[in-house]
């Protein structure tokens, strides 16, 4: 059975910092392209960052660039989002996703994806 489960949500300060891991087990996502993911109350669920395997390209949403960097370990097949100067903004559910296919490219759309954590919440005080 394929689970992703996310770790390290909190509430933190505006201009805080976290870092949100998601772990994998049940199959290898080396080969796959994983991606974050977030959603705020009464909104849809929108992309936050994507990494590739074969080159650990990165990809990143506007609103988060220059802030948020996305990482993995395939050795302990963990994927990272480290959070810094963190605003109220941010505050919303982050979830983890992860392909079927090897196929590498920029994939933001939630449908690019095939499995999903749980989620963590992250909330951000002014």
């Known amino acids: 059975q394929v689970q992703l489960v996310e770790s390290g949500g909190g509430l933190v300060q505006a201009g805080g910092s976290l870092r949100l891991s998601c772990a994998t087990s049940?199959?290898?996502?080396?080969?796959?392209?994983m991606g974050w993911f977030r959603q705020a109350p009464g909104k849809e669920r929108e992309f936050v960052a994507a990494?590739?395997?074969?080159?650990?390209?990165?990809y990143y949403a506007d609103s988060v660039k220059g802030r948020f960097t996305i990482s993995r370990d395939n050795a302990k097949n963990t994927l990272f989002l480290q959070m810094n100067s963190l605003k109220p903004d941010d505050t919303a559910a982050y979830y983890c996703?992860?392909?079927?296919?090897?196929?590498?490219?920029?994939?933001?759309?939630?449908?690019?994806?095939?499995?999903w954590g749980q989620g963590t919440q992250v909330t951000v005080s002014s």
């Open positions: 990494i590739n395997w074969i080159d650990s390209s990165t």
């Open positions: 996703a992860a392909r079927r296919s090897t196929i590498q490219g920029v994939f933001t759309l939630p449908q690019h994806y095939d499995y």
């Open positions: 049940g199959r290898t996502f080396k080969d796959n392209a």
